[in-house]
Structures are given as C-alpha cells and as structure tokens.
C-alpha cells in the first residue's frame, strides 16, 4: 500500500512531479492550497464581490461551485449564486441540470437556469438539425460555444455579477492554447489568461479560472471525495470535437513525461505576456458593441447573431438590420 | 477457478477480467495492459480510492471514474 507523505494514512494520490502521496484529508489540503494560491497570484477577486460561478453540472463546475460556497464562508462580504446554461441536448444536460438543482439546494445558494430555448427561441439540438439541413459549415460545439459564451456574460451581467468563474481546469486549458495553436487563432490564446474582461468593454464581465493550474485529474478526486461526481453521461457531441483527440494526445505525453500540461501552461502565460504587447497586431481593432444585440462583440455584428442569421432564426427586423450592415 | 482482477468504468460500458498470478503489478501498469492511460482515470480498488502506484492483486475488483469528460 502506497502511503501518505504526511501521515503515513492510505493515500489517494500522488503528484507525479514531487512525487509526494496524500491521503484523502492531505490531499484536501492540497487542493485548497493550490487553489487559494491560483486565487491570489492573478488577483481573482476582491474583498467585496458578487460572484457568480458558471456551473455546467459536471463535475468540475460542481467542484468549483462547492469549493466557492466553502470558500465565501471566511469572506463576509462575498456573494455566491449559480448560473447554468441550459443548450437544450437531449440525452444528457437534462441529467446534469438534475444534479446541479441538488447540488445547489444542498449548499444553500441562489441559483438561475437560462436556455437556448428562451433566449434563442432553439434548442443546440434544433440549431444543430437546422444547420445541417443548411449545409453549414460549423460543428456543434462550434454553435454551443459561441451561444453558451454569450448567454453567460448576458446573464451574468443581469443577475448583477461583479465576476464570473468559471471551471476550466489546466487541462481544458492546455488543450485549447493547441487547438488554437493548430488553428492560427492568438486573439483567443489572449483570452485563455487566468483572468480576462472588464477593461475591454464595460458590458464584459471580468472573468476568472480558479482552477486555472490545477489538473482535471485532481478536480476529479476533489468531485469524487465531496460526493459531487455525477452519473457519468457525456455529451452526445462531444466526439465530433477535435478536442477529443488532442486530449488524448496531450495525456499520453504527460503520462511519459509527468509535468508536460506545467510546461504547456507556462508556454502560455509566457506567450500571453508577448502578444499582450503587440495587441494591435493581434486582435483587430478595439472590441466594438454588436449592432443587433448590443453585447459586446469582435465585429459589427457579433458571433451570436451572425449564427442566427446564418442558421435562419432570427426575426426579419434584425434579419434587415443585418443586411443593412453588411451590404 | 482462476482468480482474476475486475476492472470496470463506473457507468457500466465496459468491463475487463485479467489474471495477473504472481505478478507484482501497479494500478498504472494494470492500466496500460488494457490500453488506458492512468491520468484519465481516478481509481477506487475495493471500495477505497487508491494513486495509479497502488499494487494489485488478483481477487481485486477496481472501478474506474473517468476524469476526461465531454461538455
Ligand atoms: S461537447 Fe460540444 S456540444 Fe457538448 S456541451 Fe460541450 S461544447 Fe456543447
Ligand atoms: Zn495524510
Ligand atoms: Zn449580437
């Protein structure tokens, strides 16, 4: 039996880089160490803060929610709610939607549920059908993200948020700076800093990863010992998603070589702080407030509208209006 | 009877049975003979969540929780 570096207690864990092992309230410990340490070294928040925490219902959001509300305990004058995207994907949010419901009601705190349906009048199940009747050359996750994306800032804005976090762990991290990489996308490596937002646009809301170096194996463990870890069901697209192979590449290469995703990670960082000063360069022109909607966008016309131009499910006002910009 | 490790993924979808006789084996290697890798998963082993350094044994039943998850 492998045993604890610190108590000589079973051990539920080990950091494969210090090679030290932790017993279940040990590795407690560390989990809360390396997250308060994230917290403080990219000034995550205040003394005085509305938080509100995206929660998937996965186990990382859950994770992250429970780790929040525990947190907010010592600090008197922050507020914790809870903010769930509802895509509308059959076969799976429904059950995650369940366990966030519980989740919340266990811990005592004020939750919202906002959908597709009612913001966008679809569900990504209905978008996706209707995109690919349209010969559309965007996948689900493509849609799901830009969509989630902006319901959360909106949403989040409106519940009167001072900041929004969110669960990306290191390893969701790493495997969007190189899918980005892969892609020629640095305005998007920009935005996978450990905080981003609110000096671009003032309808933005600043946006934090507290898990920002903590590995999704360890956030996993931390969902498992609370009791938080779901009935497993994936999403149903998630296998059209290059993710999926990146993933695994990244993990064979960290199994060989413990402390690649740290590496990847510092690669970031180090690259974030160069293209931070070529920012001209890097994202065209200032960020801009979408004609139709008025949330902050890229463009003229943000994402979110553009799809629902594109997908055909938008009213002929903002159809014209559109039109009208793009001419 | 032969004596084997039990290995399953926690949802039921898929399931392995594997002899290992004298063999003094981890729980990473157990994982590698069955083409898993042993930072995709966090590993129970009788009822107790174990690191991936833990030795098995036949008799063993392992339960696997994915750490890799899609949305
Ligand atoms: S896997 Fe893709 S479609 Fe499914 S929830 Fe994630 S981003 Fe959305
Ligand atoms: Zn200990
Ligand atoms: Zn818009």
Known sequence: MVNCSLCEKPAVYINRISGKAYCKKHFLEYFDKKVRRTIRKYKMFGPKEHIVIAVSGGKDSLSLLHYMVKLSKRVPRW????????????????YTKEDFIRVCKELGVEYKIASFKEYFGYTLDEIVMVGREKKLPYQPCSYCGVFRRYLLNKVAREMGATVLATAHNLDDIVQTFMMNIINNNWDKIIRLAP????????????RVKPFY??????TTLYSLLNNLYPKFVECPYARFNIRWMIRRQINELEEKYPGTKYSLLRSLLRIISILEKHKDEVIQGEIKTCKICGEPSAHEVCRACLYRYELGIMNDEDRKKIEEVMK | ?????????????????????????KVRELLEKIGLL???YVVVKNGQVVSEEEIVNDDDEIVLYPVVSGG
């Open chain 1, 79 to 94: 507020k914790i709610s809870a903010l769930l995207i509802d895509e509308g994907i059959k076969g799976y949010r429904e």
């Open chain 2, 38 to 40: 042993s930072n995709e």
């Open chain 1, 195 to 206: 905080v981003t937002g609110p000096l671009d646009h003032p309808k933005f809301v600043k």
């Open chain 1, 213 to 218: 170096e903590i590995l999704e194996k360890e």
């Open chain 2, 1 to 25: 009877m032969i004596e084997v490790v039990v290995i399953r993924i926690v949802d039921g979808s898929k399931e392995w049975k594997i002899s290992i006789g004298q063999e003094r084996i």
